[in-house]
C-alpha cells in the first residue's frame, strides 16, 4: 500500500505550490488590512504571461515564472488605486479584477492553445532524495517546489520576528493609530497588495509552465477562490496555511489515482472534491466565531484614506 500512496503524496506537494504561492499573498494583503478577492484573474493573468513569455523568448520555464510574477503584481496595481487611493469598494474592485483577467487571459491566449513546454525536471537533493518513503515525497521535486517552501519560511519570519510584521498587523487592526503615529498605511498596504498580486501571478504562471505545461483558457479553474477560502481556513496564520494548501493539493490530486488506489467514486464527484472541502472547511471555520474574531485583522476590507 505504501508503494502506491507515495506517488500520491509526491504530487500533493506539486498540486499545493499554486494554491501555497497565492495563499500566502492573499494573506499577506489581508493582515495589513485589504481584501483583494481578484486573486483568480490575476492568477490567470500571471499564467497567460507566463507562458507566452516562455515560448516567445525561448528563455524556459524561469523567464515565465519571472514575467507571470510582474504580469501578476501589475494587476494588483490595477486593484490598488481604485480601492486604496480612492477608497472605492475593494470586494467589487476585487470581483473587477478577476473577470478582467478571465477575459484578458482568454484573449491573449488564443494564440498559445497549440503550444507547449518541456516543463522543469525534478531537482533530488543529494543524500535526502535517498531517504526511504520521505526522500521520493519531499525532496525529489522539482526547484518551484523548494522554492514555495522557502517563500512560506520568509512569509512567517517576516510576520512573526520582524518589525515590519508588527507594521502590518497594526495597519490591518487600526489604519487610523497608524497614522496617526507617522506610519505610511497607504504605502503599507499598497506593498502587500502588490506583493499578494505578484504571488498569484508566480502560482498562475507555475500552473502553466511547469506543472501542465501548456496553456488552457480557464486553467487556474478556481485555485483563486480556493486560496482565498484558506487564508480564513488557515485563520490569517502562515503554518496554519501551508497544512491547508497540503490538504487541498492533496483533495486536489485524489481524482488522478483514485482508481489506483481502490476507490470506486464517480469521476465526477471526484473532480467536485476540491470545491466541495473548500464549502465544508468554510463552514465549520464559520462557526468558531470566536477563533474568527481574535485573528480576523480588525480594518479588512474598509477603506482608509489619510486626512
Same mark, same amino acid.
Given at each position: 500500500?505504501? +508503494? ?16 501555497? =504561492? ?7 494583503? +489581508? ?13 490567470? /493573468?500571471?499564467?497567460i ?29 490595477? =486593484? ?18 478577476? /473577470? ?20 522543469m ?14 526522500g ?19 512569509v ?17 487592526e487600526?489604519? +487610523? ?14 506593498g502587500?497588495?502588490?506583493?499578494g ?16 505545461p ?58 467536485a ?30 477603506? =482608509?484614506?489619510?486626512?
Amino acid at each position: 500500500m505504501i +508503494e502506491l500512496l507515495i506517488p500520491v503524496l509526491a504530487a500533493t506537494l506539486g498540486a499545493a505550490t499554486p494554491l501555497l =504561492f497565492a495563499g500566502l499573498g492573499e494573506l499577506v494583503t +489581508e493582515r495589513s488590512g485589504v481584501l483583494n478577492l481578484g486573486v483568480e484573474g490575476m492568477m490567470l /493573468i500571471g499564467a497567460i504571461a507566463g507562458f507566452a513569455c516562455a515560448v516567445d523568448t525561448g528563455l524556459g520555464a524561469w523567464a515565465g515564472l519571472a514575467a507571470g510574477t510582474l504580469a501578476g503584481a501589475a494587476s494588483a496595481l490595477l =486593484f490598488a488605486i481604485p480601492a486604496l487611493s480612492l477608497a472605492a469598494n475593494q470586494a467589487a474592485c476585487g470581483l473587477a479584477l478577476t /473577470i478582467f483577467g478571465v477575459g484578458l487571459s482568454a484573449f491573449i491566449g488564443q494564440s498559445y492553445v497549440s503550444y507547449s513546454l518541456p516543463g522543469m525536471q525534478p531537482l533530488p537533493i543529494p543524500l535526502l532524495a535517498q531517504i526511504p518513503v520521505l526522500g521520493p515525497i519531499f525532496f525529489q521535486q522539482s526547484a518551484v517546489v523548494y522554492l514555495s517552501v522557502i517563500v512560506f519560511g520568509v512569509v512567517w519570519w517576516v510576520l512573526a520576528r520582524t518589525r515590519l510584521g508588527l507594521l502590518l498587523k497594526a495597519v490591518g487592526e487600526s489604519p +487610523e493609530a497608524a497614522h496617526a503615529i507617522g506610519y505610511p498605511v497607504l504605502l503599507v498596504r499598497y506593498g502587500a497588495t502588490l506583493f499578494g498580486g505578484a504571488m498569484a501571478g508566480l502560482g498562475g504562471a507555475y500552473l502553466s509552465t511547469v506543472y501542465t505545461p501548456l496553456w488552457v483558457q480557464n486553467m487556474v479553474a478556481g485555485r483563486g477562490w480556493i486560496a482565498i477560502a484558506l487564508v480564513v481556513f488557515a485563520t490569517w496564520k502562515p503554518s496554519r496555511l501551508l497544512l491547508g494548501a497540503y490538504l487541498f493539493g492533496g483533495v486536489t490530486i485524489l481524482q488522478f489515482h483514485a482508481q489506483t488506489l481502490g476507490i470506486k467514486v464517480p469521476v465526477q464527484l471526484l473532480a467536485a472534491l476540491p470545491y466541495v472541502a473548500t464549502i465544508v472547511v468554510l463552514v465549520l471555520i464559520s462557526r468558531d466565531r470566536r477563533l474568527l474574531q481574535l485573528n480576523l485583522p480588525a480594518s479588512l476590507g474598509k477603506p =482608509f484614506l489619510p486626512g
